[in-house]
Structure formats: C-alpha cells, structure tokens
C-alpha cells in the first residue's frame, strides 16, 4: 500500500517538473531571442559621422586657401613701393616689377582744398574720350544719394584696347574695367567711364579700394568722400599701363589713399600698342 502511495505521488509530481521545465526551456529561448535581435543605430550614426567629417574636411582646405589667399594678398600689400612723384608722366614710364599696387606721392592725394569743397553737394564728372578714343579722368565727390538701387545691367561697350579672350580655361583676361565703380554711382555703360583692364586689376585690386569707400559712405548720409581714377597710358598705347586712385574723406581721414594699380596678369605678356596678348 506505502508503494503504492509512492508511486502515485511520483506520478502527480512529473507534470509540475516537465511544465518547469518547458517554462525554464521558454525562458531561455527568450534570452535567446534577446540576445540575437541587432542594433542597428550605431551603424546610422556612423555613416552620418562619416559624412559629416568628409564636409568638414573639405570645408577645412578651402579655409585653407582662402587664408593662403588672403595672406599673399596683405604680403604683397605691405610691401608696397613708395612712388616719390604725384606727376601722371612719371607713372606712365613706370614698368611693373612683380608688385601690382603701389603707393605715390606717400600715399597723400592731390587734392587742393577747393578740391575738397561740398558746397554743391554729391557729382560726378567724366572727361572726354581723347583723340585715339582713350578714357581719360574720372571725378567725383561722393555721397551714399549717388549710390544705385537698380541691379547692374551687362555692358557692351568695348573700350581701346579690348581683345578679349580666355586664359587657360580660368576665365577671361579682360573686364570692361569701370573708372568709378558701379556700386558708387550707378555709371554703367558709359563710355568715359570704362577702360580695358585685367582680371587682376579690376578685382581684387581696384575692388579693394572701392569696397573701403563705400563702406565709409553708407555709415552715414553726412559722409563724402573726393574721390578721382585715372587711366594712365604711355604715348599712343590703346591699352593702359595702369590706373591711378586718389581719395580723401571730408572732415577726417577715414579713407585718404593715393595708388598705382598696374595692368597686368599673372602668366599672360600684354602688348600695350593694342591690347593682344600671348599666354606664357
């Protein structure tokens, strides 16, 4: 009878131990499956990481030679020569000597104090074409009145010396160069105010300068500046040897400068007679 007592107390126990155990199995099935499921979220991050670094790298060399750019260009200019003579004959004789902007007459513009006068508000005077159709002196007193709002408009004119072509696929040698820049008085294509000059001369050259000048003038409607460029040419040449800027604020000396600007191009001899030119 104890036997048989036993057995069937066995008996009752076996299913509780199998149901533990499909439960135990269960469970670690589910460990399991836990442990096999994949994130992929740290892959995401980085291709994103990955992609980003790439901007950044060639944000990096741009930045790069921007300040490899912009250091050759305050190297040049700290170096400038002094020109010991205001007189535009001299200039003309000048032969560029690997500095394309330099200093005349210690950089103090000939400007006599009727000169200076404000008395008839803001103009503009433009000479007229010499006899071999060549730009001549461009004047001014400037004022943020004259300043335009309209967009520029492409110009057609062609001014001496304008063989225009490009150079080693990098652009063209030429721009219809303007005495007064646009962004001052809004002088577009006008014949007395535009002259053949290189890339170089144009921009960042003569920019430069005029950038200075504008700045000034939009501080404030009380602001003027007196301000002339002249095409320098050597003899009959149709194209010119440079340009001379002069300028003077009224009441301060916030912009006062006096500049020779060579017209030249890196890489590229000029015939001056006419305006052709050969590459290398």
Not at 168 to 177: D, E, K
Request: overall charge positive; proline content about 3%; aromatic content about 8%.
């Amino acid at each position: 009878m104890k036997k048989l007592v036993k057995l069937m107390v066995l008996l009752a126990l076996v299913p509780t131990a199998t149901a533990c155990a499909n439960q135990s199995q269960a469970a670690s099935n589910d460990g399991a499956k836990t442990e096999i499921v994949k994130n992929y979220s740290y892959q995401k991050k980085t291709k994103k990481l990955v992609s980003k670094n790439k901007k950044l790298k060639q944000s990096i060399v741009d930045l790069q030679k921007e300040i490899t750019d912009d250091q050759n260009f305050i190297d040049q200019h700290n170096d400038k020569t002094t020109q010991s003579t205001a007189n535009t004959s001299d200039l003309a004789n000048l032969d560029y000597n690997g500095t394309q902007e330099i200093v005349v007459n210690n950089n103090k513009p000939n400007f006599s104090q009727a000169d200076l006068s404000t008395d008839k508000g803001a103009w503009q005077e433009y000479g007229n074409l010499d006899n071999l159709n060549r730009v001549t002196a461009a004047n001014a007193l400037l004022n943020v009145s004259l300043m335009p709002s309209a967009k520029r408009e492409p110009l057609h004119w062609n001014p001496t010396g304008w063989h225009n072509k490009r150079i080693n696929g990098s652009g063209w040698l030429y721009n219809r160069s303007h005495l007064i820049g646009y962004q001052l008085t809004g002088q577009n294509n006008n014949p007395k105010n535009l002259m053949t000059g290189t890339r170089s001369l144009n921009s960042p050259e003569m920019l430069a300068h005029e950038m200075d000048v504008a700045y000034y003038l939009k501080q404030s409607r009380s602001h003027f500046i007196r301000y002339r460029v002249t095409p320098i040419f050597r003899g009959d040449e149709l194209l010119p040897r440079g340009v001379q800027m002069e300028a003077q604020s009224i009441g301060d000396n916030s912009v006062s400068f006096n500049v020779y600007i060579f017209n030249v191009e890196s890489g590229v001899t000029l015939n001056y007679a006419d305006g052709t030119s050969q590459v290398g």
